[in-house]
């Protein structure tokens, strides 16, 4: 085989495994009205899961806009009844800290 190929293959294969991944999309299940507060707040957590990781594959691997979009949609969608006196920061935090927990975001 050519060298010179080798040599571009030392370069080029590390970068491929750099290469944005996708990563898997959580099914989650609403709470019944009925539901325990446990079992609510597993399903708002299953549902930021679900947001960040759409997030996150649509903007390949943006984490930060990820985050964004999932405190927006929590602020607005659930700010009526669930988070009422929330503050966006607060939803921002937790949107970061479950980014964190699945691994696509990271503390520099």
């Given at each position: 085989m050519c060298r010179r190929y080798l040599v571009a293959a030392a370069?080029?294969?590390p970068a491929l495994s750099q290469a944005f991944q996708?990563?898997?999309i959580?099914?989650?299940r609403a709470a019944d009205p009925d539901a325990s507060v446990q079992e609510t707040i597993d399903a708002a957590k299953c549902r930021a899961r679900w947001l960040l990781a759409g997030a996150y594959n649509r903007t390949?691997?943006?984490a930060m806009?990820?985050?964004s979009e999932c405190a927006g949609t929590f602020d607005e969608v659930l700010n009526h009844r669930l988070t009422e006196g929330v503050s966006h920061d607060e939803l921002v935090v937790m949107c970061a800290d479950t980014a964190m927990h699945m691994g696509i975001m990271k503390l520099d």
């Open positions: 370069f080029l294969i996708p990563v898997a959580p099914e989650c390949e691997g943006d806009s990820a985050v």
